[in-house]
């Protein structure tokens, strides 16, 4: 395997693996979409690749999902090995790598991994990335202590064979953690009720979880805990009166609501997974 590092000269790389002798059709799909549709890129004012750029999606991510670092402890990995499987351009990598851990950020589209290796020499880190299919990881078995996956397991064709792939990577002992969206939730009502579509509704794959689905997914790990989480916030990506509704009206009168009351409702399924 090369994987190359922040500021080094190495183009990243398409990787082979099992999937090499299988349809690449639906592979070329996700990459060709998300090439184009970089997470998060529709609320960017800021040229892209710069440290604006790059500052404004960080800002965006964590005031939308208020969240994660509540659950997520991003300096709780000093000195251990962990990879991002679909690190889009390293938002989240960046906080694991000023925490301390030695990080590899992994992503099947090309842009964000450059994008993701600027973002880390802007900002002095060191960190690896390479472009590779999370379902045929080109990386050796029981090699990270975490695997983080945010919103990359609903995106992919085979949800099932990525797990393995996780799980298979992991060490003995260690943790994934791992988003994907939750069926039953507010937001997925919301979307049919103002009929507001959801992000990335047109990606070549979108799947939504029940719990029980999402838990039988993980069965290869010893034990899970799920948590339901994000709640709404003021969208910065629509506008007009629906926006001026959800905003003013829903979004308040939501959040006053007891959260025992409504966690089931919660848009993401986060769990966390010991192997
Ligand atoms: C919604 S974005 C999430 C990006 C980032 N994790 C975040 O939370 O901002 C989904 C990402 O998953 C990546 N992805 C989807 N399927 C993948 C696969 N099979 N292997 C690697 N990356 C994949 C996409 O390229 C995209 O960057």
């Keep these: ?21 299988e349809t690449k059709a639906p592979y070329a799909a996700i990459q060709a979409y998300w090439n184009e549709h970089i997470h998060d890129l529709a609320i960017a004012t800021h040229e892209i690749g710069t440290l604006e750029f790059f500052e ?10 208020r969240y994660l670092p509540k659950l997520v402890d991003f300096s709780a990995y000093r000195g251990q090995r962990l990879l991002e499987l679909g690190c889009g351009v390293g938002i989240d990598l960046v906080h694991f790598a000023r925490g ?21 020499r802007l900002r002095n880190l060191e960190g690896a990335f390479a472009v590779m299919n999370g379902e045929a ?36 002992g260690g943790t994934a953690i791992i988003m994907v969206y939750n069926r039953r939730s507010w937001l997925r009502l919301m979307s049919v009720v103002m009929r507001v579509s959801l992000e990335h509704e047109n990606a070549p794959f979108l799947r939504t979880f029940s719990s ?16 339901p989480e994000r709640f709404p916030v003021a969208t910065r990506l629509h506008k007009g009166l629906k926006a001026v509704l959800y905003n003013k009206l829903f979004v ?17 399924l986060m769990a966390f997974a010991e192997k």
């Design 100 to 120: 301390g851990a030695q990080v590899l950020g992994v992503d099947l589209a090309q842009r964000s991994i450059e994008l993701g290796q600027e973002n880390f």
């Design 137 to 172: 990881l080109d990386l050796p078995d029981e090699g990270f202590d975490v695997v983080y996956a945010h919103g990359v397991v609903q995106y992919t064709a085979n949800p099932a064979r990525m797990i393995e792939e996780i799980h298979r990577v992991l060490k003995p």
């Design 252 to 268: 308040g009168a939501f959040n006053v609501l007891p959260r025992p009351l409504v966690r089931w409702s919660g848009w993401h």
């Design 212 to 227: 029980r689905e999402f838990r039988s997914l993980l069965k290869p790990f010893r034990s899970v805990r799920m948590i």
């Design 56 to 65: 404004e999606l960080d800002e965006y991510r964590f005031d939308k999902l």
């Design 1 to 21: 395997m090369s994987v190359s590092q922040t500021g080094s000269e190495a183009p990243a790389q398409q990787r082979g693996g099992p999937m090499a002798s």
